[in-house]
C-alpha cells in the first residue's frame, strides 16, 4: 500500500545501491588531462560490448544538469556551457580536433544545440576553421516519454548539407542526446551519403551528451558498416534505457515498465565511483537526466525559424514523473530518499510558478500540462 506523504527517513548507502542496481563503478580509469578546472574529471571506460573509444566526463554543471529537472532556460544555458567548455578541451587533447583536416558540426534539431559544443569551441579557438551541417529527425508521433513501437517511425523533417567540405576526410561532432540512437544513425548516415557527392568521407564521429548504452551498440554497428571511427564522450554516466526508450537514469525503478506491466524492473548504469557519490545524494532514483531537453531550452531552431521551449511543459511532467516514481519506490529496501524528493518538488514548483508568464506562448500545450499534472 502506497503510504501518504514523506514518512520514510534514512541515511544512503552507496554500496547497498550499487548492489541493488548493479551499478558498473569498475570500468572506469581515470585521466590527467592538462587545462581543465579542478572540478573536472575524465575517466576512460573499458567495456567493449559498448564501443572501444568511451569516455565520461563529470563536471559539476553536468551533475547539475543531471540531478535538477528545474533547471531550464538561461539557467540551463549556462551550464551547458561551462561543462561543454570542459568537454571541448578534452576532445581537442584526445582527438586533436584543430588539427583534422576538416572539422564539422553536425546540428542535430531540435535539442542538440543546446548542448553548447560550437559555441564552446568557437570561444575557446576563434580562428578554428569549423563548417555546420543541420539536420531534423523526427518521430511522426508524439514522443515524450515514448519512443517505443508506435513512435518509432522517424522521418527528416529538412536538412541542410551544403557546408560540408569537398575532397577531404571529416571529423564529424555530434552533440546530442543519444537515447535509442535511431535519431543519431539516421543523421550520421544522411552525412555520411552527402559527404560522398562531394567526393569526402566520414573519418571520426564524436558524439557528446547523455548516452545510452543501447545508442552505442547501435551506433558501432553504423560505424563497422560505413568504415568510421566512432568516439563518445558521455556526461556523467552511460545509462540503461528504460522500457519506453526514452529514460534514462543513473539507477532507480523504470516507471515505464511498471505502468505498462506492473512489475519492477530496475535500471543501471557505468559510471565511475567518485561520480555516483556526487550524484547520489542529488538524484532522484529513476529520473530522466536530460529531461525533454528541448522543452527545457528557452528557444529553439526548428530548421525554419526559432520557436520557444515548452518549459512550462517540461517542469509540470517532472513533478508528475517524480511524483509517480516515489509510488512505486518507497517500499524498496534501498529507498531513503524522501528528503531528495522533497527538494526537487519544492524546487519544481517554484519554477513552475515563475514560468506561469512564459507559458502564454504556447497556451493549448501548457494547459493540457498542467490538466494532467492537477488531474493525478
Given at each position: 500500500m502506497t503510504k501518504p506523504g514523506f514518512i520514510r527517513k534514512g541515511i544512503l548507502k552507496i554500496d547497498e545501491v550499487i548492489d541493488?542496481?548493479?551499478?558498473?563503478?569498475?570500468?572506469?580509469?581515470?585521466?590527467?588531462?592538462?587545462?581543465?578546472?579542478?572540478t573536472t574529471r575524465v575517466y576512460r571506460v573499458s567495456r567493449p560490448d559498448l564501443i572501444r573509444d568511451l569516455y565520461i566526463i563529470d563536471t559539476p554543471d553536468g551533475r547539475s544538469i543531471a540531478c535538477n529537472p528545474h533547471i531550464v532556460g538561461r539557467a540551463l544555458e549556462s551550464l551547458c556551457f561551462k561543462s561543454a567548455l570542459e568537454a571541448a578541451k578534452i576532445i581537442e587533447f584526445l582527438v586533436g580536433a584543430s588539427e583534422r583536416e576538416?572539422?564539422?558540426?553536425?546540428?542535430?534539431?531540435?535539442?542538440?544545440?543546446?548542448?553548447?559544443?560550437?559555441?564552446?569551441?568557437?570561444?575557446?579557438?576563434?580562428?578554428?576553421?569549423?563548417?555546420?551541417?543541420?539536420?531534423?529527425?523526427?518521430?511522426?508521433?508524439?514522443?515524450?516519454?515514448?519512443?517505443?513501437?508506435?513512435?518509432r517511425k522517424l522521418e527528416v523533417k529538412c536538412e541542410n548539407f551544403e557546408g560540408l567540405p569537398s575532397h577531404k576526410d571529416i571529423t564529424l561532432l555530434k552533440p546530442d542526446t543519444e537515447a535509442t540512437g535511431k535519431s543519431g544513425e539516421r543523421s550520421i548516415e544522411r552525412v555520411v551519403e552527402e559527404a560522398e557527392k562531394v567526393e569526402s568521407r566520414i573519418d571520426t564521429v564524436v558524439l557528446y551528451g547523455f548516452i545510452s548504452q543501447e545508442s552505442l551498440r547501435l551506433l558501432k554497428k553504423a560505424a563497422e558498416k560505413h568504415g568510421f571511427r566512432l568516439i563518445a564522450f558521455a556526461m556523467e554516466d552511460v545509462m540503461e534505457l528504460a522500457h519506453n526508450n526514452y529514460d534514462m537514469s543513473i539507477y532507480g525503478l523504470d516507471l515505464s515498465y511498471w505502468e505498462a506491466f506492473k512489475k519492477i524492473r530496475k535500471l543501471s548504469s557505468v559510471?565511475?565511483?567518485?561520480?555516483?557519490?556526487?550524484?547520489?545524494?542529488?538524484?532522484?532514483?529513476?529520473s530522466d537526466q536530460p529531461g525533454d531537453f528541448s522543452s527545457r531550452q528557452r528557444l529553439l531552431f526548428n530548421g525554419i525559424e526559432w520557436e520557444h521551449g515548452a518549459i512550462f511543459c517540461h517542469l509540470s511532467n517532472s513533478i508528475s514523473f517524480i511524483r509517480d516514481l516515489r509510488m512505486?519506490?518507497?517500499?524498496?529496501?534501498?529507498?531513503?530518499h524522501d528528503e531528495i524528493i522533497r527538494k526537487?518538488?519544492?524546487?519544481?514548483?517554484?519554477?513552475?510558478?515563475?514560468?506561469?508568464?512564459?507559458?502564454?506562448?504556447?497556451?493549448?500545450?501548457?494547459?493540457?500540462?498542467l490538466n494532467k499534472l492537477l488531474s493525478k
Open positions: 541493488a542496481f548493479r551499478i558498473d563503478v569498475d570500468s572506469s580509469e581515470p585521466l590527467r588531462i592538462p587545462g581543465l578546472r579542478e576538416a572539422l564539422v558540426f553536425e546540428h542535430v534539431l531540435r535539442a542538440g544545440p543546446g548542448y553548447k559544443l560550437h559555441s564552446a569551441f568557437r570561444a575557446l579557438n576563434p580562428s578554428l576553421k569549423i563548417k555546420e551541417v543541420w539536420i531534423r529527425p523526427y518521430y511522426t508521433t508524439p514522443s515524450y516519454r515514448d519512443h517505443g513501437i508506435d513512435a559510471t565511475p565511483l567518485p561520480v555516483l557519490e556526487a550524484c547520489l545524494p542529488d538524484f532522484v532514483p529513476g512505486i519506490s518507497e517500499d524498496e529496501s534501498w529507498y531513503s526537487k518538488l519544492k524546487a519544481l514548483y517554484i519554477t513552475l510558478l515563475s514560468y506561469i508568464p512564459h507559458s502564454c506562448l504556447y497556451p493549448r500545450k501548457a494547459f493540457s500540462c
